[in-house]
């Protein structure tokens, strides 16, 4: 008995000791396998939820521009440091109850900020009755995952709808989380988990309010902002290694340069164009959005016509890009 009891404690210190490591393991796993079922609570839902309430409040009673900006500054600051905070005080609770129930509770937390798996489903979702023919029901399909108009859609235009999502979200959706993670893990009393939830309700706020259409124009003016800024080093490095990886680091790296600045967006239009340069095809071109035509720069070379096999490519790229990062961060916590 006492054998098994030293053992179990020694097994537990082992844990304890490998604590950030295993617990960023297990939520690329979890992700990996699981990814975010349809009918289980998010804690997107939740921030999701918050910035609703908030935004109706604020636009019944708030009419001047500087109101509406200081009250933007106040959503994302508020939501972005509670969140982290929340997700601490989570994982601190459970550490007090037991190690094993904090690794638990924060595996599944960290993977609730990764899309990697949700990223791979949309995009199958599509593919499968474009490729068997059914040019309505992958445009349907599409229109859950994009803003654009998707009735009229012919089939190289939903390809390139669906790579250009793969290739934007992958940035913002699967490697900036793990970056944050990453940081966060080097950080003693912090953690992996924290930084991850912050960025991910800086994104969520970007996503909700950060238009520069009325009525979110000055409310959520500073959510854009924070969430440029906070994406810009992590996009940067995915463009930087996705470069290394496609073994003509200096085509690509040209490529972005010429192309990615043409974007309006400081992010999005780099993640799209690395990816686009990687493949050799070219992403932007004519969308409409309830009827308005909107243009978007044309990213990287037309040497291939954009095919299913590139979507597929493009996500094999993102999850060669995790897994390095990953490696790179369990070798050195």
Request: proline fraction near 6%.
């Amino acid at each position: 008995m006492m054998a098994i009891l030293t053992f179990s404690h020694t097994a537990l210190q082992g844990v304890m000791a490998a604590h950030e490591p295993l617990v960023l393991l297990l939520a690329a796993w979890l992700d990996y396998l699981i990814g975010d079922p349809w009918n289980w609570w998010h804690p997107v839902q939740g921030m999701g939820w918050i910035i609703s309430q908030y935004t109706q409040v604020v636009g019944k009673r708030l009419r001047s521009p500087l109101a509406l900006k200081l009250a933007g500054i106040g959503l994302a600051v508020g939501l972005i440091v509670g969140s982290g905070l929340i997700a601490w005080t989570i994982a601190t609770l459970a550490k007090q109850i037991h190690p094993l129930l904090e690794l638990a509770v924060e595996s599944i937390l960290l993977a609730s900020c990764l899309a990697g798996r949700s990223l791979r489903d949309a995009a199958n979702d599509v593919l499968t009755p474009l490729q068997s023919g059914d040019l309505v029901e992958a445009r349907t399909r599409l229109s859950r995952y994009v803003g654009r108009d998707t009735e009229k859609l012919a089939e190289p235009e939903i390809l390139r709808a669906v790579l250009e999502t793969v290739t934007e979200n992958a940035t913002d959706g699967v490697l900036a989380p793990l970056f944050y993670a990453i940081v966060g893990s080097f950080i003693p009393g912090v953690g992996s988990v924290p930084l991850a939830i912050a960025y991910k309700a800086a994104s969520t706020l970007d996503s909700m309010v950060g238009y520069r259409e009325a009525p979110y124009t000055d409310l959520g003016w500073f959510s854009a902002k924070t969430d440029d800024v906070l994406t810009w080093l992590p996009c940067r490095l995915v463009v930087v290694t996705l470069a290394l990886l496609s073994g003509k680091p200096v085509s690509v790296w040209r490529i972005c340069q010429r192309d990615a600045p043409q974007d309006p967006s400081p992010n999005s239009g780099w993640s799209e164009c690395v990816y686009a340069a990687v493949l050799g095809v070219q992403v932007g071109g004519l969308n409409y959005y309830r009827g308005v035509a909107k243009p978007k720069p044309l990213l990287g070379d037309a040497r291939e016509a954009i095919a299913p096999s590139h979507i597929h490519q493009a996500l094999n790229l993102t999850r060669i890009c995790f897994l390095l990062w990953l490696a790179v961060a369990l070798v050195s916590i």
